[in-house]
């Protein structure tokens, strides 16, 4: 019987009676140009170009380029340096945490060599030309688990068992078997945009972005982002938690709230640190507090005035983020739509006047903001002393414009960031873009009343928003906060993956929230009820003694 496979996006269709893959569609339509497709939507699922349709179908092409198909070309040049590592060098590579606009890898068995870069991306090149099928395989969990083992991923075969996967998707480059939480590019032939540079004692490998689709941009790092990633990563190796297995393993044997309350004396420690160098410099009188949607900036804020005031000082605390104009009055887009994340979405001119005033020490009212209604009303008495130090926290923190209100001898700054956080396996990462976005979805439910969907709708200009007005300037900050906690998706788990389980299965944020559920598939669950009501986490889960 004949089937139809519509294609809205070109106003086009295919009409067969016998199963068509991606690729014979394609072909059939044959729509020019030279824009690599690297997946596909079936009926508003993300497939590989190989999936077979048999009956009625809507689809949608997704190109290389765009926020899907960089995702997709990401996992698959980490396949292909997983592979082209084991092939040239006989060594096993693990991915640690992105940096820069890449991905940090290490070995596992020493240093990453310049001579060994130069053999990769060699090798790689080489694997490009020759155009490699990446095909999907569909394995039986015992099979799976036994043909990873074999390959020496014992951590990927155990997951395999934690979160019941059977049978399991997995992918397969010439004998080497992968699994990357997602789908992957038809061949090594789309992989040609990449570079590896060596760095500290790994290599990161660089892919095309948003910013960059047809290439790579200069390698950029920040010494003191890099120190952070590397500070984290030794105390995470130092308590055996590089992986998920590991904290499976740590709920198996009871030992939760043992991290719990290591995780948050980590962060009590970093957090004195900062209060520690704040007070040893006798000039500051205001401390900037910035970073992306989701960071824990107001918990960082509030926690950190408690530990000022042990160290003998008085702070008062201004969240930036009670000065947004009223929702009627904010600037719109290049789409029409409000545009939040601008600087110029924040009542500037209020902002200076209360920040002037404030400063010459005279009592101001300042606002408070309904997220629920999207205006401003009175909110707290704000007078600072002589001795006392303000804490401004919002997202534009650090933006040239809020800080040259301040004397620069006067100022400290600080950004805050869930940077980075357990891994998945060796191959596969938990991004600080998904955890922030993960804690967004379960505040934004809880406090300002939105869906999931609606998140998600939104979390794209977020994150645009983010790269555009926000980690510009994170370089402005004196230190960095990583406001991550090693157990805090199994805490999540609990209330997102409801939450993602309202999405309509017509939106076009569907296969998005279908991504997040299959990452926390692999997530053991966390019990709240030992995270202090001080903690980050709790922000957004809510029972937060702070005033969050």
Known sequence: MAFTVNVPRWK??????????????????????????????VNNYIRPLGWVVEDDAVVDFIPAGSSDGLRIYR??????????????????????????EGHYWEFEDGDVTQSDVYKLHLTMSEMVRQDIPISRKILPIDKAKRVFEEQGDSEIAELFVRANLDPVEVYRCGARYGYFCGTMAPSTGLLRAFDIVLFEHGMVLQFPTQDSPEGVLPFRADPGLGNVFFDYAHWLKVLNLNYLSSLHQRVTNGKVQELILISEAF????????????????????????????????????????????????????????????RAQTPLDENGEYDYECLEA????LLEDNLTRILAGEEVVTPRF???????????????????????????????????????????????????????DPHNRTS?????????????????????????????????????????????????????????????????????????????????ALRLLNILRFVPSVHIDGIPNNSVIREFIGGSCLDV
């Open 12 to 41: 086009r269709f295919v009409i067969s009676e016998t199963p068509l893959n991606g690729h014979n569609v394609l072909a059939e339509l044959d729509p020019g140009g030279d824009v690599d497709i690297i997946a596909w939507r």
């Open 75 to 100: 996992r698959s040049l980490d396949f292909l340096l997983v592979v082209a590592c084991e092939k040239v060098l006989g060594r096993k590579a693990i991915l640690r945490h992105s940096i820069g």
């Open 267 to 326: 962060h009590s420690q970093r957090l004195s640190r900062i209060a520690e160098d704040i007070v040893s410099r006798p000039g500051i009188k205001v401390v900037t507090i910035a970073g992306p949607s989701g960071s824990g900036k107001t918990t960082f804020s509030e926690r950190l005035k408690i530990q000022l005031i042990v160290c003998g000082k008085n702070p008062v605390t201004l969240p930036m983020d009670n000065y947004f104009l009223n």
């Open 346 to 349: 924040l009542d500037l001119e």
């Open 370 to 424: 309904d997220f629920i209604k999207g205006e401003k009303r009175p909110g707290k008495v704000v007078r600072l002393g002589p001795s006392d130090i303000l804490i401004m926290e919002g997202i534009h923190g650090l933006n040239d414009r809020i800080v040259s209100l301040l004397p620069e001898d006067s100022r400290f700054g600080v950004f805050v960031s869930p940077l980075t956080g357990i891994c998945i």
């Open 432 to 512: 600080t873009g998904d955890n922030r976005l993960l804690r967004r979805i379960v505040r934004d439910h809880r406090t300002r009343g939105k869906s999931a969907q609606v998140t998600l709708e939104i979390y794209p200009k977020v994150m645009r928003g983010s790269m555009r007005y926000i980690f510009p300037y994170q370089g402005r900050a004196n230190t960095i906060f990583n406001s991550s906690l090693p157990y805090e998706l199994g805490a999540l788990k609990g209330y997102v993956e409801p939450l993602l389980h309202t999405v309509d299965e017509r939106s076009e944020v569907f296969g998005e």
